[in-house]
């Protein structure tokens, strides 16, 4: 049987083609939709951990209340010893310290005198330590454009706006005037090496980036951070995952020195909980959406089918084929058609989602003036559920429809069908 009606759908294929086609296109659809979703949140928690929260982040509970000020007076001491303890408490996680400040960038002219200056914000981040991975997962190599990456201290890389901005070329001399950990006024000369651009639109309008020990001589911060933070070592954000490490942490440091040690879920930090928690729900309620119209579609592709049938039906039945096999047969074939069409389909699909995954869409002219950490380059992600999710649709709607139209065999008697047929 199932040789029979494989010849068939091949042979017959102004019955079949079409069909195929249909359900091909709309598996395709639902998977590009599916991996896109998945590709833009994760790429969206990616960029939030990086630049600004960790997927979990340790500071004192001072620093936790004023964090958005960025008090370094309240930062944390100690750090070699907390990145010791924090490393084996947690071997699943790699942790990195990280000083934010800000001040004025003062750019001196040939007689030392001010040419132009601007208000900095600055990450001191691990950069020259052997064992660190911030230029990694920062995508340094690819986003600095022009110059050479970060080699010594007191070099210093200027985001590209902030740079034209400045009017600031590679190799001159940058001031950096603010205020110590202690309070104190202080200035620091960096060497301008680099510019780079996030592709964030203006995430990175007043941006710099500085080595971590760079920023601990401007700021008489010795073995201290304003933040430890905490990544999972394939960068993928569990939030489940990291809630429950931040409870265990914080049941193991309780107590109330304000200089004691407290963490944050990335989902605590910069309201990001509404959007951690839009994340789970909004990929399955548009899949779910999308799906219903494809299943619709192909439910009624199997019925028309169907119907359009009844003419053959009443010769198979007039030839002494009873209504029950040619029932099964139909179901069976449009399994078949539906089989057939979701796996091409699928290829098809997640073959755009992995070429959207590794290339992407860019669409930076609409980020231009978004201030999010939020990717223009829109990337999808394969994931396990693309290689079985098609099947819903293709072969299950398919089916279904051809199943309620073969009820009408039973209710329909020859005389009936072959009437069908001469019209």
């Not at 000020?69 to 071997?91: C, H, K, R």
């Not at 009624?300 to 169907?306: A, E, I, V, W, Y």
């Not at 040619?326 to 070429?355: D, F, H, K, P, Q």
């Not at 999808?380 to 072969?395: C, E, H, K, N, S």
Request: hydrophobic share 50%; glycine share 10%.
């Amino acid at each position: 049987m199932f040789g029979f009606l494989l010849k068939g759908i091949w042979r017959d294929r102004s019955r079949s083609l079409f069909s195929v086609i249909i359900v091909a296109g709309s598996v395709a659809l639902v998977l590009i939709y599916r991996g896109l979703i998945a590709g833009v949140f994760d790429d969206m928690l990616r960029n939030t951990a990086v630049l600004l929260t960790g997927h979990t982040k340790v500071m004192t509970k001072a620093y936790a209340e004023e964090s958005e000020q960025m008090p370094n007076d309240l930062a944390l001491l100690g750090v070699d010893a907390i990145m010791a303890e924090l490393g084996e408490q947690y071997p699943d996680m790699f942790w990195s310290p990280r000083i934010l400040f800000g001040g004025l960038l003062d750019i001196p002219d040939e007689h030392g005198e001010t040419k132009t200056q601007g208000p900095m914000m600055a990450f001191g981040i691990d950069l020259l330590s052997v064992d660190s991975r911030q230029a990694e997962i920062w995508d340094l190599d690819a986003r600095v454009v022009a110059g050479r990456f970060i080699a010594e201290p007191d070099e210093i890389l200027l985001s590209v706006k902030f740079a034209q901005r400045l009017q600031v070329e590679i190799g001159e001399t940058a001031t950096f005037i603010g205020s110590t950990m202690n309070g104190a006024f202080t200035t620091h000369n960096f060497t301008i090496v680099g510019l780079f651009s996030l592709g964030m639109g203006n995430q990175d309008a007043s941006m710099a980036i500085v080595d971590i020990e760079g920023a601990r001589l401007a700021l008489d911060m010795q073995d201290a951070a304003s933040e430890i933070m905490g990544f999972w070592h394939n960068m993928r954000y569990d939030d489940d995952f990291a809630v429950a490490r931040k409870n265990e942490f914080i049941a193991a440091h309780t107590g109330d020195d304000i200089f004691g040690l407290t963490m944050l879920a990335l989902r605590d930090q910069n309201l990001m909980g509404a959007m951690v928690d839009f994340s789970k729900s909004a990929g399955l309620i548009i899949i779910s959406v999308f799906m219903a119209i494809v299943v619709v579609v192909l439910w009624n592709l199997g019925l028309m089918n169907g119907l359009r049938r009844y003419g053959e039906i009443g010769i198979r039945l007039a030839l002494g084929e009873s209504k029950g096999h040619v029932y099964r047969s139909m179901i069976m074939e449009a399994a078949m058609i539906g089989v057939i069409g979701t796996i091409i389909g699928s290829v098809i699909g997640v073959a755009l989602v992995y070429y959207l995954q590794e290339v992407g869409l860019d669409y930076s002219a609409a980020m231009e003036n978004i201030n999010y950490p939020m990717s223009s380059i829109m990337k999808g992600r394969v994931t396990p559920d693309l290689f079985y999710i098609g099947f819903i649709p293709g072969v299950f709607a398919t089916v279904l429809g051809t199943m309620l139209a073969g009820r009408g065999i039973y209710k329909r008697e020859m005389a009936q069908l072959f009437k069908e047929l001469e019209t």
